[in-house]
């Protein structure tokens, strides 16, 4: 008996209904990654031009903050009891002033701090001897000495610190030779809150470089370090939008005469940055760009001088050190 058997499977007008519907999913899904790709890309562009000028902002925000610390490296100390040699006059701070021993190493390597040939540049110590505390102006000093007019007692061993900040811990744009000013931020004092006082310039170059430049010198240098790009902190600076085009950096001041020296204190500090990806957007074909804006970075130990020097607390109030003075002159 012959057998009939049947042969089953695809038409080709089947297969090309298959195949059809096959290219199509698959263009979707190719389509799909490739946008998520795109979006990718353009994410990672916007994350790390963010996490650039954040972190830039971040670092200037505190310095800003603690800029006008006044500190010493190593305790200070009176190295022998002292008796008043009569009354002192302010404004001749070595009227009756007589030398003092110190036990320190803080006094050769702050002598930019203490010692000047300016009457403006001083700084006042705090002797710390209980009811005898009292303040006072150093005139002069030597590797184990200091020269000042004490009006009490004091007990060897006596701890002497400097109080309150220093008046132009933010270097203002104005009252003062070689100033701040919209693309040159100056500050100086112990911004790293390690008993270190160093002197920092922010330098915002939107229009040649693109960058923004970071130097750090220590306070009593005698000269600062060119600009290199070792100092380079963003390499995507632009312009700020606006007409007329927003500075990168301004400034709230306020002056007071403290001791008959008349200082302007910085309150606050505006900080603009605009900063540019560094690939181009595979969506719009252009470059991005971001504005990063702090309005009110307070440099809270200016601040607080200059709420002192308001209430007449002029102990309190440290002045420009001469070794600083000569960190802003540019260099030649």
Known sequence: MNRSRSESGFSLIELLVATTLLLVVSSIVTSA?????????????????????????????????????????????????????????????????????????????????????????????????????????????????IFACFTKTHASGATLIPLGGFATGIVPDTGITNPSDGYLLKMYGDVNGDGNMVYVEYTCDPEISHNLYRNVTAFDAGTKLPVTNSHILLSNIHRNPGSPIPPCFKYQTSTITVNGTLFTFVLDVAITLTVETEQIDPVTKRKQQETKALLNVSPRNVFNSWALAGMGYSDRIQSTPASVTALLAPLP
């Open 33 to 145: 990654l490739m946008q998520m790709t795109t979006a990718q890309k353009t994410i990672w562009n916007r994350t790390e031009m963010h996490s650039g000028v954040r972190g830039a902002t971040e670092l200037m925000q505190q310095e800003v903050g603690q800029a006008g610390r006044v500190n010493l490296p190593n305790p200070l100390t009176l190295g022998a009891a002292v008796t008043p040699a009569g009354n002192c006059n302010p404004a001749v701070p070595a009227t009756n002033a007589q030398w003092v021993a110190v036990n320190s190493a803080s006094v050769p390597k702050t002598s930019g701090l203490f010692h000047s040939a300016s009457p403006a540049a001083y700084v006042m110590l705090t002797v710390l001897d209980g009811d005898n505390q009292e303040s006072f102006r150093v005139a002069d000093t030597t590797a184990t000495t």
